[in-house]
T-cell receptor, first 114, second 111 residues
Framework: AQSVTQLDSHVSVSEGTPVLLRCNYS??????LFWYVQHPNKGLQLLLK??????LVKGINGFEAEFKKSETSFHLTKPSAHMSDAAEYFC????????????FGTGTRLQVTL | NAGVTQTPKFRVLKTGQSMTLLCAQD?????MYWYRQDPGMGLRLIHY???????AKGEVPDGYNVSRLKKQNFLLGLESAAPSQTSVYFC??????????FGQGTRLTVV
């Protein structure tokens, strides 16, 4: 069985400061991990993905995440927040043992203030 | 390139009514999925399909049926809508472990 825990339901940062959104996962297999972003009243857009290649993954809009197997974590970071980063972020796991079913975390709402 | 298109975008149903949500993808993906999104719960898988003519149950299948008669289309049906089915529904498609592409969502309200 696979599961995802997003440790913060809401994160607030000031524009220009670093962003850290935390995610821990559980998987019986070698997982694929993703971060998706959802802007208000929009669909989901892929930010980045880990599929057993490099453990430090770079995504769009300056985001990156590091896969740490020993800590079962896949935290999302960005050096400097922008107002346009305000959105809901979902950490997602997909195991390799079955058809590609994505298991979503409950989401982290990122607020960016001036 | 349209990607994943959901129809309709909004709908209000009365309890007991039926409806069908249509998902169409133009990327020749084998896998298609229906999710529902509820506040504080992330997205939960309703049903999925690994190819034309196949369907399987996900995490929350009760009250829904699906069909995949054509590779590019995946239909989600509600036979007798209930207020608990008020949600935002997302369709997605993928080549497998590669990332899924999502539609814009259907906001359904059952009164």
């Amino acid at each position: 069985a696979q599961s995802v825990t997003q440790l913060d339901s809401h994160v607030s940062v000031s524009e220009g400061t670093p962003v850290l959104l935390r995610c821990n996962y559980s998987s019986s297999y070698s997982p694929s991990l993703f971060w998706y972003v959802q802007h208000p009243n929009k669909g989901l857009q892929l930010l980045l993905k880990y599929t057993s290649a490099a453990t430090l993954v770079k995504g769009i809009n300056g985001f990156e995440a590091e896969f740490k197997k020993s800590e079962t974590s896949f935290h999302l970071t960005k050096p400097s927040a922008h107002m346009s980063d305000a959105a809901e972020y979902f950490c997602v796991v997909s195991d390799t043992g079955t058809a590609s079913k994505l298991t979503f975390g409950t989401g982290t709402r990122l607020q960016v203030t001036l | 390139n349209a990607g994943v298109t959901q129809t309709p975008k909004f709908r209000v149903l009365k309890t007991g009514q039926s409806m069908t949500l249509l998902c169409a993808q133009d990327m020749n993906h084998e896998y298609m999925y229906w999710y529902r999104q509820d506040p504080g719960m992330g997205l939960r898988l309703i049903h999925y399909s690994v190819g034309e003519g196949t369907t399987a149950k996900g995490e929350v299948p009760d009250g829904y049926n699906v069909s995949r008669l054509k590779k590019q289309n995946f239909l989600l049906g509600l036979e007798s809508a209930a207020p608990s089915q008020t949600s935002v529904y997302f369709c997605a498609s993928s080549f497998g472990r590669i990332e899924a592409f999502f539609g814009q969502g259907t906001r359904l309200t059952v009164v």
